[in-house]
Every structure is written in C-alpha cells, then in structure tokens.
C-alpha cells in the first residue's frame, strides 16, 4: 500500500511567534533610525550656527544686514561665504530680516523680496533666537537650517541665517545599520504572516478531513442499524 504524506508547514502559533519577533524588531529597527536622523539633524543645527557664529557674525555689522546689500558689500560677503562655508553638502546661504526680506543670497537671487519660512525667521530673530530646521519629506530632499545671526556688544539676534543643506548624508548615517535590519525584519514578518495563514489553513483542512471520515471508514448510523435488523 502506497504510503500517504502530507506537506508540513508548521504549526501556526510557530510562525505566529516569530511574526512577533520579527515585526518587533523591525520596530525597533525603525526607532533607532528615527533617533538616528533627529540625533544628526540637531547636530547639522549646532554645526550651522556655529559657522555663522564663526564666519559670519565677525564681517557683518547691524546697518549691513538691515536692508539688501550693496553689490560692493554681497561681492565681499560672496567670497567669504564660498571660501569657508560652501562646499558639498552646504550648498546655500541666505539672509533674511526679521520681516522675512531677503537682504543676500550665495545664489545670486533678486535681493529686497519676501519669502523664507515665516516660523523659522521668527524662531531665529526674536527672544534668544532659537536655531531650528526644516526636514524634507524623502531622503534625495535638501535640511533647511535657520540660525540667529547675532551681532553687536548685546549679541542680540538682528537677522536668520538660512542654511541649505545635503540630507541624504545624515539618512545614510542614521540607516547603518538600522535600515538593513529593518528591511531584513520586514521581510521575515510578511513570510511570517504568510505562513501562519497557510499553516491555520491546512490545520482547519485536515480536521474538516478528520471530521467527514477522509481516509476513515465511514461511522455506522441509525438508519445503518435499522437496515442490518431488517435483512
């Protein structure tokens, strides 16, 4: 007799449990990577105001930044800026009054118009002048830092500095090796799932199977008995 095997495919609290595992770890994963990238974009903050701490404030006086620049003056500040600040990951700077006026720009855009982050400017140009960031929404996107330019005996805030920079280098620190690890988890989890449906699928099939008497000889009943009298 030819003998009968089934597929196994485990039992379905197995591959719940290490669905658990794995999508916990994927979590994880994703948090740590979370705390990555807030870690280096508070870090490319104090960078950016410490730059213009350090290159900035030293060559600026209050009247130059109170309106947009002479050509003589942004020529000056152009070749300090690309000097010391720009290089591969920096790639603009631009100064805005506390009004949003836009009074110089390492690109050569149209100076005396309005524009910026309206929140960003105030943060940066009102109080103590606080530095904050716009974070892009994909990684190929560009950090947009804002930080108090402080000038005067006082050190008193009198513009925003905005700083653009290259995002993808803080995502590719904050992914290693967190983002593997995520991938990997997120993939065991979906194999998981998968199996723990199709080893519930065969458990429920093999005792529907038990039940209906597959491969059992069929129970004997009432009317069974009653045909067994009659012969």
Known sequence: MASKRQLSVGRPIAWAGVLVLSGGLAVGAWHLKSTGLESG???????AAATVRKHLAPSLTESDVREPMSEEGSADLQRLVETRILDEHTTTIR????????VYSSTGEQTGTRGGNERGIRLATTGEGKTTSITPASELGVLEIYTPLRLGVGGASVAAVQLVESYAPIVEAAGQPWGLVQSVAGGLAAISLLMAVVSFAFLRAGRLGK??????????????????RRT
């Open 211 to 228: 039940r209906e008497g597959m491969g059992f000889s069929p129970s004997s009943g009432p009317e069974d008995g009653e045909t067994l």
């Open 95 to 102: 100064i805005w009054t506390a009004s949003g006026t836009l």
């Open 41 to 47: 974009v508070k870090a490319a903050n104090k960078v």
